[in-house]
């Protein structure tokens, strides 16, 4: 079947567009530009030309300067045509968490459906591939529940985060630890917002009730981490400390005076030392933003300067135990995480040839040499998806990944008006003589590498379409250093000549963890 192409000469008309396009307008420029295709996809029984479709709108999506009402409807498009596929999964996903991105009014509804697609891949696999669909079911239930917290929502969060704990006991994922922090920090919160509320009304009857005010200000202050609520309530039966330390912590430090930092500072790490576990984290984050306030205010290498750092050593180390999920990060991200390589590029340490930069985000590479490399900072333990979104725009001959592979790595070469190989199997890569990839144009690759014991298999589609596959045993697979990569344990970018230019880089394990350079 012929490939799906997007005109990407429409771009330049579609950019026309007025900023804020109405859904009349969008409707009108969906029909010219894909909508007699769409009705000749939808009208056949083939999913494969409606998963090409899908993924050409979404891109277009993407496009640069694309009005809101018109990045709308391609996404509610491409969700469309790939949600009833289970192969079109990942890509119906995508767009909806692209599009709550891009319209916050219409997130809650995008996040809904982003929710029932991890819920049917995590349902529908068994053995290894349960444990990747479980991380990438759980990673949308936290990111709904930040969604949430953010606009205010906290009520509702319990039931996510129970669920998320649920799914990771299931597939076995090393963030159950995090996430019991989670649902036990939710549910402290409540009990305490509870506390406070039953408080407030037994003040409104008894306003000399000097106990119920004592327990509301260490309620406000200590649970519920609110120094602004807290200062709201002390009155002259209050302790001394806190009616001198609670105005000034609830102005917060940005606006605070020098001479005023060190003391509430000292006051909040104080409260650490005596504090009950679950407010023990708050309170010395608290402690460490007013140390730094202060060192960074203080430049004088006096006393002060020396008690406020000292303090800020003993805070940090209390902390550094505390953090499991800061640990976590740290250790590396395991299976179901996307993770943008993109975002952590840095050309000038991660080139070993060529001309390479970033533009608004996409990294270019235009030389006239050989030999063209940069390997991506993200050490890859494990099997993985590698999700590509590049355009050549001159040149010849290959762009090519270099792709670690247990012990050894593989390179995936695209030709450009030649053949698209593995290199190097011997004997039996397969190779595709004439690759069908032309300049100027998106494409959308979708890499998998998996190693079964002593079993590799290898797997690329291009637009959702099959493209390149090989499954043998990993013996046979031999790196050559014709790139002159050395650390195989990375991704690696390679270009004989011309300008490419990568849109998208997106890493997420299939097991093992991946780790992004800090």
Request: net charge positive; aromatic share 10%.
């Given at each position: 079947m012929n490939r799906t192409r997007f005109p990407w000469a429409a771009v330049a008309v579609l950019a026309l567009l007025p900023a804020v396009a109405v859904a009349g307008e969008a409707e009108d420029m969906f029909n010219t530009d894909f909508g007699e295709r769409y009705k000749q996809v939808t009208a056949t029984p083939d999913v494969a030309d409606d998963l090409a479709l899908a993924t050409q709108m979404l891109v277009a999506a993407k496009a640069k300067d694309m009005p809101p009402a018109l990045v709308d409807l391609l996404c509610e498009k491409v969700y469309g045509l790939s949600f009833p596929i289970r192969p079109g999964y990942d890509t119906a996903a995508e767009a909806?968490?692209?599009m709550a991105a891009q319209s916050p009014d219409k997130a809650a509804a995008c996040w809904d459906k982003v929710l029932a697609i991890r819920q049917k891949q995590f349902d529908a696999v068994r053995g290894p591939e349960r444990a990747a669909a479980g991380e990438m079911l759980v990673e949308t239930l936290l990111a709904v529940a930040d969604a949430m917290a953010k606009t205010g929502k906290t009520a509702d969060l319990g039931p996510l985060y129970q669920k998320a704990l649920t799914t990771a006991t299931a597939a076995k994922s090393d963030r159950r630890g995090e996430i019991k922090l989670r649902l036990d920090a939710w549910t402290g919160r409540q009990k305490a917002m509870k506390t406070a509320a039953d408080l407030k009304t037994k003040l409104q009857a008894d306003p000399k009730d000097a106990i119920s005010r004592k327990i509301l200000v260490r309620t406000y202050l200590m649970d519920l981490d609110?120094?602004?609520?807290a200062a709201a309530v002390v009155d002259e039966s209050t302790d001394q400390a806190a009616r001198q330390m609670l105005p000034l912590a609830a102005k917060g430090e940005k606006d605070a005076?020098?001479?005023d930092?060190?003391?509430v500072a000292q006051w909040y790490h104080g409260l650490a030392e005596t504090a009950p576990p679950a407010c023990k984290v708050a309170m010395l984050t608290r402690a460490k933003a007013w140390y730094d306030r202060f060192l960074a205010l203080h430049q004088a290498d006096d006393p002060d300067r020396k008690r406020a750092a000292a303090g800020l050593k003993k805070v940090e180390a209390l902390l550094a135990p505390l953090a499991p999920a800061a640990a976590t990060a740290g250790g590396g991200v395991g299976p179901g995480r996307w993770i943008d390589l993109l975002a952590g590029v840095d050309?000038?340490?991660d080139a070993m040839s060529g001309k390479?930069?970033?533009?608004?985000?996409?990294?270019?590479?235009k030389s006239r040499e050989s030999y063209s490399v940069l390997t991506l900072p993200c050490v890859v333990q494990g099997n993985y998806e590698l999700q590509a979104t590049l355009m050549r725009v001159s040149g010849k001959d290959y762009v090519a990944f270099v792709l670690p592979l247990g012990p050894t790595a593989v390179s995936l070469a695209l030709g450009f008006n030649r053949e698209s190989t593995f290199w190097k199997i011997e004997p039996g890569a397969p190779v595709l003589m004439n690759g069908g990839l032309g300049y100027r144009e998106d494409y959308v690759f979708n890499i998998r590498v998996v190693l079964s014991g002593k079993q590799a298999e290898l797997t690329v589609t291009l637009n959702n379409e099959p493209y390149l596959q090989w499954?043998?045993?990993?013996?046979i697979v031999t790196y050559p250093d014709q790139w002159g990569v050395k650390d195989i344990t990375r991704i690696s970018l390679c270009i004989y000549t011309g300008e490419v230019q990568f849109k998208s880089?997106?890493?997420?394990?299939?097991?093992?963890?991946?780790?992004?350079?800090q």
């Open positions: 909806m968490e692209f609110d120094p602004a609520q005076a020098q001479s930092c060190l003391n050309p000038a340490a390479w930069y970033v533009n608004d985000g996409w990294l270019i590479v499954k043998g045993p990993v013996a880089l997106r890493l997420r394990m299939l097991s093992g963890k991946a780790t992004p350079r």
